[in-house]
Protein backbone atom coordinates (compact mmCIF):
# COMPACT_ATOMS: atom_id res chain seq x y z
CA UNK A 1 0.00 0.00 0.00
CA UNK A 2 2.93 2.83 0.88
CA UNK A 3 4.88 1.06 -1.86
CA UNK A 4 2.16 1.91 -3.87
CA UNK A 5 1.33 5.41 -3.03
CA UNK A 6 4.62 6.26 -2.92
CA UNK A 7 5.18 5.43 -7.03
CA UNK A 8 2.26 7.69 -7.74
CA UNK A 9 3.74 9.88 -5.48
CA UNK A 10 6.88 9.97 -7.80
CA UNK A 11 4.85 9.91 -10.59
CA UNK A 12 2.97 13.13 -9.95
CA UNK A 13 5.88 14.91 -8.79
CA UNK A 14 7.09 16.28 -12.13
CA UNK A 15 3.98 18.92 -11.41
CA UNK A 16 5.09 20.18 -8.40
CA UNK A 17 6.13 24.14 -9.14
CA UNK A 18 4.40 26.62 -7.59
CA UNK A 19 5.15 30.22 -8.19
CA UNK A 20 6.51 32.48 -5.24
CA UNK A 21 4.53 35.03 -4.07
CA UNK A 22 6.47 38.75 -3.70
CA UNK A 23 6.90 39.75 -0.33
CA UNK A 24 5.64 42.97 0.60
CA UNK A 25 6.15 45.33 3.61
CA UNK A 26 4.15 45.04 6.67
CA UNK A 27 1.14 46.51 6.40
CA UNK A 28 -0.02 49.30 9.39
CA UNK A 29 -1.76 48.32 12.03
CA UNK A 30 -4.41 51.10 11.57
CA UNK A 31 -5.05 49.86 8.03
CA UNK A 32 -7.61 46.97 9.60
CA UNK A 33 -10.89 47.41 11.52
CA UNK A 34 -10.76 46.78 15.51
CA UNK A 35 -14.04 44.25 14.39
CA UNK A 36 -11.93 42.60 11.67
CA UNK A 37 -9.35 42.53 13.90
CA UNK A 38 -11.55 40.93 17.33
CA UNK A 39 -13.26 38.46 14.42
CA UNK A 40 -9.88 37.25 14.19
CA UNK A 41 -8.73 36.60 17.33
CA UNK A 42 -11.94 34.68 17.96
CA UNK A 43 -11.23 32.00 14.40
CA UNK A 44 -7.89 32.05 15.46
CA UNK A 45 -8.99 30.49 18.82
CA UNK A 46 -11.58 27.84 16.49
CA UNK A 47 -8.42 26.87 14.49
CA UNK A 48 -6.45 26.44 17.67
CA UNK A 49 -3.59 27.81 16.10
CA UNK A 50 -1.78 28.90 19.66
CA UNK A 51 -1.72 25.29 20.80
CA UNK A 52 0.11 24.38 17.27
CA UNK A 53 2.03 27.50 16.97
CA UNK A 54 3.82 27.84 20.31
CA UNK A 55 5.74 26.42 22.99
CA UNK A 56 6.05 27.26 26.89
CA UNK A 57 8.49 30.32 27.70
CA UNK A 58 8.21 31.50 24.13
CA UNK A 59 6.26 34.88 22.64
CA UNK A 60 2.60 33.20 21.53
CA UNK A 61 2.60 32.29 17.55
CA UNK A 62 6.47 32.30 17.33
CA UNK A 63 6.30 28.56 16.35
CA UNK A 64 9.08 25.40 17.19
CA UNK A 65 6.12 23.10 18.68
CA UNK A 66 7.13 19.26 17.39
CA UNK A 67 4.75 17.43 16.03
CA UNK A 68 5.01 13.85 15.62
CA UNK A 69 4.47 11.98 12.53
CA UNK A 70 4.79 8.54 11.36
CA UNK A 71 7.63 9.70 9.37
CA UNK A 72 9.43 12.08 11.92
CA UNK A 73 8.95 15.46 13.82
CA UNK A 74 7.64 18.28 11.68
CA UNK A 75 7.84 21.50 13.81
CA UNK A 76 5.54 24.33 13.32
CA UNK A 77 6.70 27.29 12.40
CA UNK A 78 6.70 31.54 13.54
CA UNK A 79 3.67 32.77 12.43
CA UNK A 80 4.16 36.15 13.65
CA UNK A 81 5.16 39.19 11.43
CA UNK A 82 8.31 38.90 11.71
CA UNK A 83 10.33 40.13 8.80
CA UNK A 84 12.65 37.14 8.54
CA UNK A 85 11.33 34.11 10.81
CA UNK A 86 7.83 34.88 10.87
CA UNK A 87 5.37 35.97 8.04
CA UNK A 88 6.08 40.23 7.86
CA UNK A 89 6.35 39.71 4.23
CA UNK A 90 3.27 37.53 3.22
CA UNK A 91 0.42 39.44 1.17
CA UNK A 92 -3.09 37.95 2.16
CA UNK A 93 -2.86 36.42 -1.18
CA UNK A 94 -0.13 34.57 0.17
CA UNK A 95 -1.50 33.60 3.54
CA UNK A 96 -5.04 32.66 2.03
CA UNK A 97 -2.65 30.41 -0.56
CA UNK A 98 -1.02 28.54 2.48
CA UNK A 99 -4.23 28.16 4.26
CA UNK A 100 -6.28 26.95 1.92
CA UNK A 101 -3.55 24.70 -0.49
CA UNK A 102 -0.74 24.18 1.72
CA UNK A 103 1.76 26.26 -0.28
CA UNK A 104 4.62 28.68 1.28
CA UNK A 105 4.91 32.38 0.07
CA UNK A 106 7.75 31.34 -1.52
CA UNK A 107 6.05 28.33 -3.65
CA UNK A 108 7.35 25.13 -1.59
CA UNK A 109 4.56 22.72 -0.34
CA UNK A 110 3.49 22.48 2.97
CA UNK A 111 2.96 18.79 5.18
CA UNK A 112 -0.72 18.29 5.96
CA UNK A 113 0.14 18.34 9.20
CA UNK A 114 -0.61 21.86 8.98
CA UNK A 115 -4.41 21.17 8.48
CA UNK A 116 -5.12 23.33 5.53
CA UNK A 117 -7.09 20.55 4.26
CA UNK A 118 -9.65 21.83 6.44
CA UNK A 119 -8.67 25.63 6.74
CA UNK A 120 -9.30 25.70 2.56
CA UNK A 121 -13.17 26.00 3.74
CA UNK A 122 -12.44 29.57 4.61
CA UNK A 123 -14.60 32.25 3.19
CA UNK A 124 -13.01 35.24 2.01
CA UNK A 125 -14.05 37.28 4.82
CA UNK A 126 -12.70 34.94 7.52
CA UNK A 127 -10.00 34.31 5.62
CA UNK A 128 -9.46 38.51 5.87
CA UNK A 129 -10.17 38.95 9.77
CA UNK A 130 -7.40 35.99 10.04
CA UNK A 131 -4.97 38.23 8.51
CA UNK A 132 -5.85 41.05 9.79
CA UNK A 133 -5.30 39.41 13.47
CA UNK A 134 -2.07 37.85 12.22
CA UNK A 135 -0.79 41.02 11.29
CA UNK A 136 -1.37 43.30 14.28
CA UNK A 137 0.35 40.86 16.51
CA UNK A 138 4.13 41.51 18.00
CA UNK A 139 6.00 40.56 15.96
CA UNK A 140 8.56 37.80 17.62
CA UNK A 141 12.30 36.49 16.26
CA UNK A 142 12.34 32.46 16.66
CA UNK A 143 14.77 30.21 15.64
CA UNK A 144 12.90 27.15 14.79
CA UNK A 145 14.37 23.21 14.68
CA UNK A 146 15.39 21.21 11.76
CA UNK A 147 12.66 18.75 10.97
CA UNK A 148 13.31 15.11 11.61
CA UNK A 149 11.39 13.78 8.74
CA UNK A 150 13.31 11.02 7.14
CA UNK A 151 13.41 10.42 2.94
CA UNK A 152 11.46 10.16 1.17
CA UNK A 153 9.08 12.00 3.14
CA UNK A 154 11.11 14.89 3.62
CA UNK A 155 10.95 16.20 0.09
CA UNK A 156 8.42 19.17 -0.09
CA UNK A 157 7.94 18.57 -4.11
CA UNK A 158 6.51 15.51 -3.42
CA UNK A 159 3.49 16.66 -1.39
CA UNK A 160 2.00 17.66 -4.44
CA UNK A 161 1.69 14.05 -5.45
CA UNK A 162 -0.08 13.38 -1.73
CA UNK A 163 -2.68 16.55 -2.89
CA UNK A 164 -3.44 14.84 -6.20
CA UNK A 165 -4.03 11.05 -4.41
CA UNK A 166 -5.78 12.79 -1.18
CA UNK A 167 -6.48 16.90 -1.64
CA UNK A 168 -9.42 18.66 -3.34
CA UNK A 169 -9.60 22.79 -2.99
CA UNK A 170 -13.16 23.65 -2.80
CA UNK A 171 -14.99 25.95 -0.88
CA UNK A 172 -17.68 24.90 1.76
CA UNK A 173 -20.97 23.59 0.42
CA UNK A 174 -23.82 23.89 2.54
CA UNK A 175 -26.83 21.14 2.65
CA UNK A 176 -30.17 22.73 2.04
CA UNK A 177 -32.25 20.48 4.01
CA UNK A 178 -30.22 21.48 6.99
CA UNK A 179 -30.73 24.43 8.95
CA UNK A 180 -28.61 27.77 9.15
CA UNK A 181 -27.00 26.93 12.37
CA UNK A 182 -26.37 23.32 11.19
CA UNK A 183 -24.89 24.71 8.16
CA UNK A 184 -22.89 27.48 10.19
CA UNK A 185 -21.53 24.48 12.64
CA UNK A 186 -20.56 22.42 9.74
CA UNK A 187 -18.85 24.90 8.53
CA UNK A 188 -16.75 25.71 11.61
CA UNK A 189 -16.05 22.34 12.46
CA UNK A 190 -15.20 20.83 9.48
CA UNK A 191 -12.93 23.79 8.46
CA UNK A 192 -11.04 25.92 10.69
CA UNK A 193 -12.00 23.66 13.72
CA UNK A 194 -10.98 20.97 12.03
CA UNK A 195 -12.29 18.31 14.43
CA UNK A 196 -11.24 15.51 12.32
CA UNK A 197 -7.89 16.52 12.01
CA UNK A 198 -7.98 14.28 15.55
CA UNK A 199 -10.85 12.72 15.51
CA UNK A 200 -10.77 10.34 12.03
CA UNK A 201 -8.22 7.85 11.50
CA UNK A 202 -5.86 8.47 9.02
CA UNK A 203 -4.85 6.07 6.01
CA UNK A 204 -0.78 4.72 5.55
CA UNK A 205 0.13 8.21 3.78
CA UNK A 206 -1.93 10.08 6.58
CA UNK A 207 -4.96 10.99 4.76
CA UNK A 208 -8.15 11.48 6.66
CA UNK A 209 -10.42 8.30 5.52
CA UNK A 210 -13.38 9.85 4.31
CA UNK A 211 -14.93 6.15 4.57
CA UNK A 212 -14.16 6.72 8.17
CA UNK A 213 -15.35 9.97 9.04
CA UNK A 214 -15.16 10.63 12.86
CA UNK A 215 -14.96 7.02 13.76
CA UNK A 216 -12.46 7.75 16.44
CA UNK A 217 -8.69 7.70 16.16
CA UNK A 218 -5.31 7.81 18.18
CA UNK A 219 -3.77 11.15 18.14
CA UNK A 220 -0.62 11.99 20.07
CA UNK A 221 -0.97 8.67 22.50
CA UNK A 222 -4.46 10.03 23.40
CA UNK A 223 -7.92 8.26 21.65
CA UNK A 224 -9.80 10.64 20.79
CA UNK A 225 -13.75 9.20 20.53
CA UNK A 226 -15.93 8.31 18.12
CA UNK A 227 -17.95 11.89 17.02
CA UNK A 228 -20.88 10.01 15.03
CA UNK A 229 -23.11 7.10 16.09
CA UNK A 230 -19.99 4.90 16.74
CA UNK A 231 -18.84 7.05 20.26
CA UNK A 232 -19.02 4.39 22.79
CA UNK A 233 -20.57 6.37 26.01
CA UNK A 234 -23.66 5.15 27.73
CA UNK A 235 -25.53 7.99 27.73
CA UNK A 236 -25.39 10.28 24.04
CA UNK A 237 -24.19 13.35 23.36
CA UNK A 238 -27.04 15.61 22.94
CA UNK A 239 -27.08 19.14 21.93
CA UNK A 240 -26.73 20.45 25.21
CA UNK A 241 -23.92 18.52 26.32
CA UNK A 242 -22.11 19.16 23.72
CA UNK A 243 -22.55 22.46 24.14
CA UNK A 244 -22.04 22.63 27.76
CA UNK A 245 -18.71 20.41 27.48
CA UNK A 246 -17.11 22.44 24.64
CA UNK A 247 -17.52 25.80 26.38
CA UNK A 248 -16.98 24.67 30.11
CA UNK A 249 -14.72 21.71 29.14
CA UNK A 250 -16.50 19.58 31.96
CA UNK A 251 -20.30 17.88 30.97
CA UNK A 252 -22.27 16.18 34.43
CA UNK A 253 -22.86 13.32 32.15
CA UNK A 254 -19.93 13.27 30.26
CA UNK A 255 -16.85 14.41 32.27
CA UNK A 256 -13.93 16.06 31.54
CA UNK A 257 -11.83 17.14 28.46
CA UNK A 258 -8.45 16.27 29.25
CA UNK A 259 -5.45 15.33 26.91
CA UNK A 260 -5.41 17.89 23.74
CA UNK A 261 -9.06 17.94 23.78
CA UNK A 262 -8.14 20.49 26.65
CA UNK A 263 -6.58 22.73 24.68
CA UNK A 264 -8.85 22.66 22.31
CA UNK A 265 -11.87 23.92 24.75
CA UNK A 266 -9.03 25.64 26.58
CA UNK A 267 -7.23 27.69 24.49
CA UNK A 268 -9.26 28.03 21.48
CA UNK A 269 -13.06 27.58 22.01
CA UNK A 270 -12.64 29.65 24.84
CA UNK A 271 -12.73 32.74 22.44
CA UNK A 272 -15.71 31.86 20.64
CA UNK A 273 -19.15 33.19 21.52
CA UNK A 274 -21.60 30.91 22.85
CA UNK A 275 -23.32 31.05 19.40
CA UNK A 276 -21.08 29.56 17.35
CA UNK A 277 -20.35 26.76 19.98
CA UNK A 278 -24.26 25.96 20.18
CA UNK A 279 -23.93 25.80 15.92
CA UNK A 280 -20.94 23.39 16.49
CA UNK A 281 -23.19 21.34 19.06
CA UNK A 282 -25.93 21.38 16.93
CA UNK A 283 -24.04 19.58 14.15
CA UNK A 284 -22.26 17.14 15.97
CA UNK A 285 -25.58 16.20 17.84
CA UNK A 286 -27.00 15.50 14.90
CA UNK A 287 -23.78 13.67 13.31
CA UNK A 288 -24.04 11.01 16.16
CA UNK A 289 -28.04 11.06 15.86
CA UNK A 290 -28.43 11.75 19.36
CA UNK A 291 -32.08 12.21 21.16
CA UNK A 292 -32.65 12.88 24.24
CA UNK A 293 -31.60 12.09 27.72
CA UNK A 294 -34.56 10.88 30.77
CA UNK A 295 -33.79 10.53 34.04
CA UNK A 296 -34.23 7.29 33.85
CA UNK A 297 -31.33 6.74 31.05
CA UNK A 298 -29.15 8.61 33.58
CA UNK A 299 -30.36 5.93 36.39
CA UNK A 300 -30.03 3.01 33.75
CA UNK A 301 -26.48 3.88 33.03
CA UNK A 302 -25.48 4.61 36.28
CA UNK A 303 -26.84 1.10 37.63
CA UNK A 304 -23.21 -0.72 36.66
CA UNK A 305 -21.92 0.64 39.81
CA UNK A 306 -23.93 -1.57 41.79
CA UNK A 307 -22.89 -4.26 39.94
CA UNK A 308 -20.93 -7.02 41.58
CA UNK A 309 -18.13 -8.42 39.23
CA UNK A 310 -17.25 -11.39 41.07
CA UNK A 311 -14.18 -12.88 43.07
CA UNK A 312 -11.87 -12.24 40.51
CA UNK A 313 -11.91 -8.07 41.09
CA UNK A 314 -12.17 -8.22 44.74
CA UNK A 315 -8.92 -6.66 45.08
CA UNK A 316 -9.27 -4.01 42.36
CA UNK A 317 -13.06 -3.21 43.85
CA UNK A 318 -11.40 -2.56 47.43
CA UNK A 319 -8.40 -0.32 45.78
CA UNK A 320 -11.47 1.39 43.75
CA UNK A 321 -13.91 2.00 47.04
CA UNK A 322 -10.16 2.94 49.41
CA UNK A 323 -8.34 5.06 47.14
CA UNK A 324 -11.11 6.99 44.10
CA UNK A 325 -14.96 6.17 46.04
CA UNK A 326 -14.36 9.06 48.49
CA UNK A 327 -14.48 11.77 45.04
CA UNK A 328 -15.99 10.06 42.71
CA UNK A 329 -19.48 8.63 44.40
CA UNK A 330 -22.62 10.02 42.81
CA UNK A 331 -26.41 9.44 43.85
CA UNK A 332 -28.31 7.55 41.60
CA UNK A 333 -29.13 9.55 38.79
CA UNK A 334 -27.83 12.83 39.90
CA UNK A 335 -23.81 12.54 38.45
CA UNK A 336 -21.80 15.73 39.02
CA UNK A 337 -19.77 17.07 37.23
CA UNK A 338 -17.35 18.19 40.52
CA UNK A 339 -16.52 14.37 40.75
CA UNK A 340 -16.99 12.82 37.69
CA UNK A 341 -19.05 9.90 37.59
CA UNK A 342 -16.95 7.18 35.88
CA UNK A 343 -19.79 4.94 34.94
CA UNK A 344 -20.61 7.04 32.28
CA UNK A 345 -17.30 8.17 30.85
CA UNK A 346 -15.81 7.79 27.53
CA UNK A 347 -12.04 6.67 29.04
CA UNK A 348 -13.85 3.50 30.56
CA UNK A 349 -15.98 2.59 27.45
CA UNK A 350 -13.14 3.10 25.00
CA UNK A 351 -11.56 0.09 22.79
CA UNK A 352 -8.52 0.53 24.44
CA UNK A 353 -7.61 1.54 28.11
CA UNK A 354 -4.75 4.26 27.22
CA UNK A 355 -7.02 7.45 28.08
CA UNK A 356 -8.20 5.67 31.36
CA UNK A 357 -4.42 4.91 32.36
CA UNK A 358 -3.05 7.95 31.39
CA UNK A 359 -5.67 10.34 33.33
CA UNK A 360 -4.89 7.74 36.82
CA UNK A 361 -0.99 8.25 36.39
CA UNK A 362 -1.13 12.08 34.96
CA UNK A 363 -3.83 13.16 36.83
CA UNK A 364 -6.53 16.28 35.85
CA UNK A 365 -4.42 19.35 36.08
CA UNK A 366 -6.63 22.87 36.51
CA UNK A 367 -5.81 23.31 33.41
CA UNK A 368 -7.89 20.29 32.09
CA UNK A 369 -11.25 19.70 32.58
CA UNK A 370 -13.03 21.64 35.20
CA UNK A 371 -11.36 25.37 36.11
CA UNK A 372 -11.17 25.07 39.78
CA UNK A 373 -10.68 21.47 40.16
CA UNK A 374 -7.86 19.19 39.97
CA UNK A 375 -7.01 15.38 40.73
CA UNK A 376 -3.54 14.71 41.60
CA UNK A 377 -2.00 11.92 39.96
CA UNK A 378 -1.15 8.32 41.30
CA UNK A 379 1.89 7.40 39.20
CA UNK A 380 3.66 7.69 42.52
CA UNK A 381 1.28 5.82 44.75
CA UNK A 382 -0.11 3.02 43.18
CA UNK A 383 1.83 0.55 41.53
CA UNK A 384 1.47 -0.86 37.41
CA UNK A 385 -0.41 -3.50 39.08
CA UNK A 386 -2.84 -1.78 41.27
CA UNK A 387 -3.79 0.38 38.35
CA UNK A 388 -4.67 -2.33 36.47
CA UNK A 389 -6.63 -4.38 38.68
CA UNK A 390 -9.11 -1.15 38.95
CA UNK A 391 -8.95 -0.83 35.85
CA UNK A 392 -9.78 -4.21 35.00
CA UNK A 393 -12.80 -4.05 37.95
CA UNK A 394 -14.76 -1.22 36.69
CA UNK A 395 -13.92 -2.05 32.82
CA UNK A 396 -15.76 -5.48 34.68
CA UNK A 397 -18.49 -3.40 36.41
CA UNK A 398 -19.45 -2.55 32.53
CA UNK A 399 -20.12 -5.81 31.32
CA UNK A 400 -23.33 -6.02 33.36
CA UNK A 401 -24.95 -3.40 31.33
CA UNK A 402 -26.32 -5.43 28.53
CA UNK A 403 -25.20 -3.38 25.52
CA UNK A 404 -21.56 -3.24 26.80
CA UNK A 405 -21.49 -7.57 26.61
CA UNK A 406 -17.63 -6.97 24.60
CA UNK A 407 -16.34 -4.67 27.36
CA UNK A 408 -14.37 -7.05 28.85
CA UNK A 409 -11.58 -6.80 26.38
CA UNK A 410 -8.96 -4.71 27.35
CA UNK A 411 -5.64 -7.16 27.47
CA UNK A 412 -2.07 -6.19 28.89
CA UNK A 413 -3.41 -3.23 31.22
CA UNK A 414 -0.30 -3.85 33.60
CA UNK A 415 2.22 -4.02 31.04
CA UNK A 416 0.02 -0.90 28.97
CA UNK A 417 0.69 1.27 32.52
CA UNK A 418 4.50 0.59 32.38
CA UNK A 419 4.90 1.56 28.95
CA UNK A 420 2.16 4.68 29.61
CA UNK A 421 4.51 5.50 32.71
CA UNK A 422 7.73 5.67 30.51
CA UNK A 423 6.71 7.30 27.91
CA UNK A 424 5.69 10.34 30.87
CA UNK A 425 9.11 9.85 32.00
CA UNK A 426 10.30 10.56 28.57
CA UNK A 427 8.53 13.75 27.56
CA UNK A 428 9.29 14.73 30.75
C1 LIG B 1 -2.33 20.80 14.25
C2 LIG B 1 -1.31 21.81 14.37
C3 LIG B 1 -1.51 23.14 13.66
C4 LIG B 1 -2.58 23.98 13.77
C5 LIG B 1 -3.85 23.77 14.56
C6 LIG B 1 -2.24 25.14 13.00
N1 LIG B 1 -1.03 25.01 12.41
FE1 LIG B 1 -0.14 26.32 11.15
N2 LIG B 1 1.33 24.97 10.82
C7 LIG B 1 1.55 23.81 11.53
C8 LIG B 1 2.79 23.19 11.10
C9 LIG B 1 3.39 21.93 11.67
C10 LIG B 1 3.32 24.02 10.10
C11 LIG B 1 4.58 23.79 9.30
C12 LIG B 1 4.30 22.80 8.20
C13 LIG B 1 5.47 22.57 7.30
O1 LIG B 1 6.60 22.96 7.64
O2 LIG B 1 5.27 21.99 6.23
C14 LIG B 1 2.38 25.13 9.95
C15 LIG B 1 2.52 26.16 9.02
C16 LIG B 1 1.69 27.26 8.94
C17 LIG B 1 1.86 28.34 8.00
C18 LIG B 1 2.98 28.47 6.97
C19 LIG B 1 4.00 29.40 7.53
C20 LIG B 1 5.37 29.30 6.98
O3 LIG B 1 6.20 30.11 7.37
O4 LIG B 1 5.65 28.40 6.17
C21 LIG B 1 0.88 29.27 8.26
C22 LIG B 1 0.63 30.59 7.55
C23 LIG B 1 0.10 28.75 9.35
N3 LIG B 1 0.60 27.53 9.73
C24 LIG B 1 -0.97 29.41 9.91
C25 LIG B 1 -1.82 28.83 10.85
C26 LIG B 1 -3.02 29.48 11.34
C27 LIG B 1 -3.49 30.86 10.97
C28 LIG B 1 -3.60 28.58 12.19
C29 LIG B 1 -4.92 28.72 12.92
C30 LIG B 1 -6.07 29.04 12.09
C31 LIG B 1 -2.77 27.39 12.20
N4 LIG B 1 -1.68 27.59 11.40
C32 LIG B 1 -3.07 26.25 12.93
C33 LIG B 1 0.70 23.27 12.47
C34 LIG B 1 -0.53 23.79 12.81
C1 LIG C 1 -5.83 18.10 18.76
C2 LIG C 1 -6.73 16.98 18.68
C3 LIG C 1 -8.22 17.26 18.81
C4 LIG C 1 -8.98 18.17 18.09
C5 LIG C 1 -8.52 19.17 17.05
C6 LIG C 1 -10.34 18.00 18.55
N1 LIG C 1 -10.40 17.02 19.50
FE1 LIG C 1 -12.06 16.45 20.52
N2 LIG C 1 -10.96 15.15 21.63
C7 LIG C 1 -9.60 14.91 21.47
C8 LIG C 1 -9.16 13.97 22.49
C9 LIG C 1 -7.75 13.44 22.69
C10 LIG C 1 -10.30 13.64 23.26
C11 LIG C 1 -10.37 12.75 24.52
C12 LIG C 1 -10.27 13.65 25.73
C13 LIG C 1 -10.50 13.00 27.07
O1 LIG C 1 -10.76 11.80 27.11
O2 LIG C 1 -10.47 13.72 28.08
C14 LIG C 1 -11.41 14.40 22.68
C15 LIG C 1 -12.71 14.36 23.16
C16 LIG C 1 -13.78 15.01 22.58
C17 LIG C 1 -15.14 14.85 22.99
C18 LIG C 1 -15.62 13.93 24.12
C19 LIG C 1 -15.93 12.58 23.53
C20 LIG C 1 -16.24 11.54 24.56
O3 LIG C 1 -16.96 10.59 24.21
O4 LIG C 1 -15.76 11.65 25.70
C21 LIG C 1 -15.91 15.65 22.18
C22 LIG C 1 -17.41 15.81 22.24
C23 LIG C 1 -15.01 16.31 21.27
N3 LIG C 1 -13.72 15.89 21.53
C24 LIG C 1 -15.42 17.20 20.29
C25 LIG C 1 -14.53 17.87 19.45
C26 LIG C 1 -14.95 18.89 18.51
C27 LIG C 1 -16.37 19.34 18.28
C28 LIG C 1 -13.82 19.33 17.89
C29 LIG C 1 -13.67 20.43 16.86
C30 LIG C 1 -14.20 21.73 17.25
C31 LIG C 1 -12.70 18.58 18.46
N4 LIG C 1 -13.18 17.71 19.39
C32 LIG C 1 -11.39 18.76 18.08
C33 LIG C 1 -8.77 15.50 20.53
C34 LIG C 1 -9.14 16.53 19.68
C1 LIG D 1 -9.57 13.77 46.14
C2 LIG D 1 -10.64 13.45 45.20
C3 LIG D 1 -10.32 12.40 44.13
C4 LIG D 1 -9.80 11.14 44.29
C5 LIG D 1 -9.37 10.47 45.58
C6 LIG D 1 -9.77 10.55 42.96
N1 LIG D 1 -10.25 11.43 42.04
FE1 LIG D 1 -10.40 11.11 40.06
N2 LIG D 1 -11.04 13.03 39.79
C7 LIG D 1 -11.30 13.93 40.81
C8 LIG D 1 -11.72 15.18 40.23
C9 LIG D 1 -12.12 16.45 41.01
C10 LIG D 1 -11.68 15.02 38.84
C11 LIG D 1 -12.03 16.08 37.77
C12 LIG D 1 -10.93 17.12 37.71
C13 LIG D 1 -11.22 18.29 36.79
O1 LIG D 1 -12.38 18.48 36.36
O2 LIG D 1 -10.29 19.05 36.50
C14 LIG D 1 -11.27 13.64 38.59
C15 LIG D 1 -11.14 13.06 37.35
C16 LIG D 1 -10.92 11.70 37.12
C17 LIG D 1 -10.94 11.06 35.84
C18 LIG D 1 -11.29 11.75 34.52
C19 LIG D 1 -12.75 11.63 34.33
C20 LIG D 1 -13.25 12.19 33.05
O3 LIG D 1 -14.35 12.73 33.07
O4 LIG D 1 -12.57 12.06 32.02
C21 LIG D 1 -10.69 9.74 36.03
C22 LIG D 1 -10.65 8.65 34.96
C23 LIG D 1 -10.47 9.55 37.44
N3 LIG D 1 -10.60 10.77 38.07
C24 LIG D 1 -10.17 8.35 38.02
C25 LIG D 1 -9.82 8.20 39.35
C26 LIG D 1 -9.36 6.96 39.93
C27 LIG D 1 -9.24 5.63 39.21
C28 LIG D 1 -9.07 7.23 41.23
C29 LIG D 1 -8.48 6.30 42.27
C30 LIG D 1 -7.22 5.70 41.91
C31 LIG D 1 -9.40 8.64 41.47
N4 LIG D 1 -9.85 9.18 40.32
C32 LIG D 1 -9.30 9.29 42.69
C33 LIG D 1 -11.16 13.70 42.15
C34 LIG D 1 -10.61 12.58 42.71
New binding site residues.
Given amino acids: MIGVGLLAVFGFSACAWRPAIDPISLPAAGSFSDGLVQRGRELAG?G?CMTCHSIEGAPAYAGGYPMQTGFGIVYSTNITPDRNSGIGQWSEEAFARAMREGVRRDGKHLFPVFPYTHFRLLTDSDMKALYAYFMTREPATADIPDNTLSFPFKVRALQAGWKLLFFENHDFQSTTAKSELWNHGAY??EGL???G???TPRNALGAERDDAAYHGAI?NS????A?NSN???PLV?TENE?FV??RYGVSDL???????????VHRG?VDLSGDDIRA?AVY?ADLGGAGEISNADVVTAMKVTQADPGGAHVAGAELYESACASCHFNTLGSPSALRPELSLN??LYAPEPD?FLR?VLQGVSRKDGHPALFMHGYASSLSDANIAEIAQYLRARHVVHPDRADNNNWQNIEERVGQIRHEMEVSE
Fill in positions: VNLSGHCACHVWYAPLNAAWLYLHGVAAGSMSDVLIFSANL
